[in-house]
């Protein structure tokens, strides 16, 4: 049985004091603790701060990048083991942002992942496809290469969490169904059951794109969904909660 996830994506959203009224909502619902696994994914700086306000909630820390380097001359940058000094136990990798805005390739990708696992953090990998190719019938094959640089190390994706996130669903208030996501994340499960049949049982795969209160439960239903990685609704207390809820 694999553990459930659900990662909350701050993205560059929020302040000192936004962060600590969420985290108290969340405390005072009680979402942290339970079987699943809630992880906060606040912007780098606030890092050590939402370390502070999660302290003894049951919820983990993650952060939204890092540099595959441990140390070194990349003005800006920050390393695995820096995350892991203050306390970060995810991080997530590869989003579409950092694809489409900063020009991550799928081997920057699987550099990151092969140097978060090295440190013991678990990296969220992303892969999904735009609206452009699901409309070439492309779907398949852009989310099999970027899912093929990080399979090129077997360890590393053993030890990490795949998100499915369409880039199409990603802040746009449109969700893939349940069975287009499931669709998805059966091939990925197939994929590298291909390479290594027990890795791909154990393998978390989440589902992210405009995930909400009210569509997170038919989500969940889906056999091979275990989880979510969710961007607005993770800013909002009450629809974060709501999705916490909705998990088996
Ligand atoms: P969204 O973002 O939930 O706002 O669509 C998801 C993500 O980008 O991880």
Redesign the pocket.
């Known amino acids: 049985m694999r553990q459930a996830l659900i990662?909350a994506?701050w993205?560059m959203h929020g302040g000192r004091e936004q962060a600590r009224h969420l985290i108290e909502a969340l405390v005072s619902a009680g979402v942290g603790g339970r079987e699943s696994e809630l992880v906060i994914c606040p912007p780098s700086l606030y890092i050590s701060h939402v370390a502070n306000l999660l302290e003894g909630s049951g919820m983990a820390l993650g952060a939204q990048n890092m540099h595959p380097a441990d140390q070194g001359a990349f003005t800006g940058e920050i390393s695995a083991p820096m995350l892991l000094e203050f306390g970060c136990r995810y991080v997530?990798i590869g989003?579409?942002?950092r694809r489409q805005l900063f020009a991550e390739t799928d081997a920057d990708v699987a550099a990151k992942c092969r140097a978060a696992v090295s440190w013991g953090l678990t990296p969220i990998v992303?892969v999904g496809e735009t609206a452009e190719q699901r409309d070439l019938g492309q779907t398949e094959a852009a989310v099999l290469q970027q899912l093929s640089a990080v399979m090129e190390d077997m360890v590393s994706l053993a030890n990490a969490v795949i998100?499915y996130?369409p880039v199409w669903?990603?802040?746009?208030?449109l969700?893939a169904s349940p069975a287009q996501a499931q669709e998805v994340h059966a091939l990925i499960r197939k994929t590298v059951a291909g390479r290594d049949a027990k890795v791909a049982d154990a393998l978390r795969i989440v589902y992210?794109?405009?995930?909400?209160a009210a569509n997170a439960e038919a989500l969940f239903s889906a056999v091979d969904i275990d989880g979510a990685?969710?961007?607005?609704?993770?800013l909002l207390a009450d629809e974060f909660i709501g999705i916490c809820g909705q998990l088996p």
């Open positions: 990662a994506n993205k997530i989003h579409s942002e992303c998100a996130e669903a990603i802040g746009t208030g969700t992210g794109g405009s995930v909400k990685l969710v961007g607005g609704a993770s």
